[in-house]
C-alpha cells in the first residue's frame, strides 16, 4: 500500500517569501510519480508539478519547484516569491504502478497555506 | 468548454432522492475517475473507468452507482444515501497509453453535495 504524509496542517507566510510545503511517502513500487495539486476555496484540484522516481532532476514549474530526496522518500514543494493568490489547500499524491488502465493516486490530507499580505 | 466540467456545482437532497452528477471532459482523455472529498481526510478514489470499462470499484457501497457512456463523459447516480455521503465529489480524467505510460490527471471544480 501507498502512503503520503503531510505533516502541515496550516501554514501562514508572509506575500513574496518562498515556502516550503512538506510531503513525505511510502511506497513499495520501484516506480511511482509524484504530484501535487493546488486546491482553491472553489474546489477545483489544480495539477502543479510532477516528479517521476527516475527523474535525476528536480522538477520545476515556473514559481514551483519540487524538492526531490529519495532517500529520505520526501517530496517537499517549495513555492519562490509567495502571492496572495497562492492561497489554497495543496496536496501531496503518489501513483503506483504502470498497469494501463488502473492509475491511481493516493492524496495526502492536505496543508492549508494561507499568504499574508 | 475546456479542461473538466461537473454539473450541479452544489446539491442538497434528501435520504430517500435519487439524483445523478455529471462530468465531461474536453480534453480528448480515455480514462476517467471519481473522488470523494470529506472534510479532513484525504481523498479517496472511488472508481475508474478506462476505456469506458470499469476497471476499479474501491468498495463503494451500493448506493452509489456510476455510468460511463462514452469517453467524454461520467455519471455517478446516487439513492438512498446518508448524512456521511456529505462531501465534495471530485471528477477527473486522464490519458493512458498501452505501454503504461500515464499523462496527469486533471480534475473538475467538484460538486459539494449536502445530503439532509
Known amino acids: 500500500a501507498q502512503k503520503i504524509t503531510q505533516t502541515q496542517p496550516g501554514m501562514f507566510v508572509q506575500e513574496k517569501e518562498a515556502v516550503t510545503l512538506d510531503c513525505t511517502y511510502d511506497?513499495?513500487?520501484?516506480?511511482?510519480?509524484l504530484f501535487w495539486y493546488k486546491q482553491p476555496s472553489s474546489g477545483e484540484m489544480i495539477f502543479l508539478i510532477y516528479?517521476?522516481?527516475?527523474?535525476?532532476q528536480n522538477a520545476t514549474e515556473g514559481r514551483y519547484s519540487l524538492n526531490f530526496q529519495k532517500a529520505r522518500k520526501s517530496a517537499n514543494l517549495v513555492i519562490s516569491a509567495s502571492q496572495l493568490g497562492d492561497s489554497a489547500m495543496y496536496f501531496c499524491?503518489?501513483?503506483?504502478?504502470?498497469?494501463?488502465?488502473?492509475?491511481?493516486?493516493?492524496f495526502g490530507t492536505g496543508t492549508r497555506l494561507t499568504i499574508i499580505p | 468548454e475546456t479542461g473538466v466540467t461537473q454539473t450541479p456545482r452544489h446539491l442538497v437532497m434528501g435520504m430517500t432522492n435519487k439524483k445523478s452528477l455529471k462530468c465531461e471532459q474536453h480534453?480528448?482523455?480515455?480514462?476517467m475517475y471519481w473522488y470523494k472529498q470529506s472534510a479532513k481526510k484525504p481523498l479517496e478514489l472511488m472508481f475508474v473507468?478506462?476505456?469506458?470499462?470499469?476497471?476499479e470499484n474501491n468498495s463503494v457501497p451500493s448506493r452509489f452507482s456510476p455510468e460511463c457512456p462514452n469517453s467524454s463523459h461520467l455519471f455517478l447516480h446516487l439513492h438512498t444515501l446518508q448524512p456521511e455521503d456529505s462531501a465534495l465529489y471530485l471528477c477527473?480524467?486522464?490519458?493512458?497509453?498501452?505501454?503504461?505510460?500515464?499523462?496527469?490527471?486533471?480534475f473538475g471544480p467538484g460538486t459539494r453535495l449536502l445530503v439532509l
Open positions: 477527473a480524467s486522464s490519458q493512458e497509453f498501452p505501454s503504461g505510460i500515464q499523462e496527469t490527471q486533471y
Open positions: 516528479q517521476g522516481s527516475y527523474d535525476q
Open positions: 480534453l480528448g482523455h480515455n480514462a
Open positions: 499524491a503518489i501513483r503506483k504502478g504502470t498497469n494501463f488502465g488502473n492509475e491511481k493516486l493516493t
Open positions: 473507468y478506462s476505456l469506458e470499462e470499469r476497471v
Open positions: 511506497t513499495s513500487d520501484p516506480s511511482y510519480g
